[in-house]
């Protein structure tokens, strides 16, 4: 009888030894970066020097309004008035309960600790198997952003965090529960409301619904309740009066010598702030002051247009833009009713900060699903389309990461902001998502339909 040889079975080691390396390398970088913002925004809040204060001191004063029955205060503070709606000092009234220093490291530790939820679920909130470098490569190029909501007590991470859970939710099947975490991002802040105008377009009306119930609970029921019909009211109006109408109108007076007593007065209008579409049309088609904190008037303007004339063309080229990426992503996606796509998320995301008529650095943090969606989509294809995407990727990057102070030095950073490269890296990035050579039509992965919720995966 012929012996036969056993069979050693032999164990094949679940993951790959050295994929395992670099996703420990890149967690340890990951770490080391949100340790990075934290010390930020520890350090420009006042933990470790009573005398400095941030954008946190004014939801502070909103939470202890809020607890004192009184809000209408908080936007008329001297030293940090609340820009935000009123519903969003119920959202942050437990802060008002420690003292301001307790109160800033606690708003860091959350927004850290969204940071990381941000970074390791973007992946399942978009429904698309997103590659490690990608989700990092995202993570770098929003991170300067991230350093500016960090330092400046900013709520753009939580906006963020908010989005993206509505999404999350909407990918289940929950529509009403959905539409109502977006409306506490829109009551947060105003410009998530583009999701609802989005929406419109795709027939999403339990989406829409849980929108509008959520903005009646939580921005008429609960300020009525706890301030009362006449206090909320006030509320309100001081919010519309003393923040919304001032951001519509919103510009720096001219620039003055003091010691003249006004007769050095600078020739042309004051700075226009933002990074977004608006401001990049006042200071190209103004005579207007392009840069902020130097103490110079600086003007790039190649026409003289007068402000409302500029407000105009921001307003048409917003909504050429928005009409346009709508066209674009429903022939994609054919039918009104076929759901939305992470490519369709990400844009709306975009357009949030790029179309906000006030939207500065920190604002561009909700770049980070398309940094991270664009990255992903040059990586995946080959041959001459993924050293194209590449290069625009790679230039998104350098004009946003590359225009920072750290990199070329305030002064030179402080002339090329004036050109609005966040804008500019918008624009890029919205190229790469919305090309069909990087995202085809028939690419359907993570698409939310109406009834049968998340479609089949499918290849590039």
């Not at 340890?28 to 350090?43: D, N, P």
């Amino acid at each position: 009888m012929t012996g036969v040889p056993p069979i050693v079975a032999t164990k094949k080691p679940l993951i790959d030894p050295k994929r395992a390396r670099i996703v420990v390398a890149y967690t340890a970088v990951v770490a080391v970066s949100v340790a990075v913002l934290m010390q930020r925004g520890c350090y420009k809040g006042g933990v470790f020097d009573t005398e400095r204060v941030n954008d946190f001191r004014a939801y502070q004063i909103a939470a202890q309004g809020v607890i004192d029955g009184d809000l209408t205060s908080a936007y008329k503070d001297g030293t940090k008035p609340l820009q935000y709606p009123p519903s969003f000092a119920f959202f942050v009234a437990p802060f008002g309960l420690v003292p301001y220093r307790v109160g800033v490291m606690l708003w860091v530790v959350l927004n850290a600790v969204l940071t990381i939820l941000i970074f390791r679920s973007m992946d399942d909130a978009l429904g698309l198997p997103l590659s490690s470098e990608a989700k990092l490569g995202g993570f770098f190029l929003s991170l300067r952003m991230l350093e500016s909501d960090f330092s400046n007590g900013n709520a753009n991470t939580l906006v963020l965090a908010l989005v993206l859970l509505s999404f999350a939710v909407l990918r289940k099947r929950r529509g009403l529960a959905s539409g109502v975490a977006l409306s506490v991002a829109c009551l947060s802040k105003a410009t998530p409301a583009l999701f609802a105008f989005w929406s419109l377009v795709r027939g999403r009306w339990r989406y829409l619904a849980g929108v509008a119930l959520g903005l009646f609970l939580f921005g008429a029921v609960l300020p009525a309740v706890v301030l009362g019909p006449v206090g909320a009211s006030d509320a309100w109006t001081s919010w519309i009066n003393l923040t919304l109408r001032p951001v519509m109108a919103s510009k720096d007076s001219s620039i003055v010598d003091p010691g003249d007593g006004g007769m050095n007065q600078a020739p042309g209008d004051g700075y226009m702030p933002g990074q977004g579409v608006r401001a990049l049309v006042h200071r190209m088609l103004r005579d207007s002051d392009a840069t902020a904190h130097d103490e110079v008037y600086r003007s790039i303007h190649v026409l003289s247009l007068s402000e409302r004339h500029a407000d105009l063309l921001y307003v048409a080229i917003s909504v050429l833009l928005f009409v346009g990426l709508a066209i674009t992503l429903r022939y994609r996606s054919p039918g009104a009713r076929q759901g939305w796509m992470p490519a369709e998320f990400a844009i709306a995301c975009v357009l949030m900060a790029l179309l906000g008529p006030l939207s500065r650095k920190a604002h561009f943090v909700l770049l980070w699903p398309a940094a991270v969606l664009a990255f992903d989509a040059w990586w995946r294809v080959e041959g001459r389309r993924r050293a194209v995407g590449c290069a625009v990727w790679a230039l998104a990057f350098v004009l946003i990461v590359g225009t920072s102070p750290g990199v070329v030095g305030r002064m030179f950073s402080t002339v090329l902001v004036a050109y609005c490269p966040f804008a500019w890296a918008s624009l890029c990035l919205l190229g790469l998502i919305a090309c069909p050579g990087f995202y085809p039509r028939t690419h359907t992965t993570g698409a939310i339909t109406p009834d049968c919720g998340a479609a089949a995966n499918s290849s590039h």
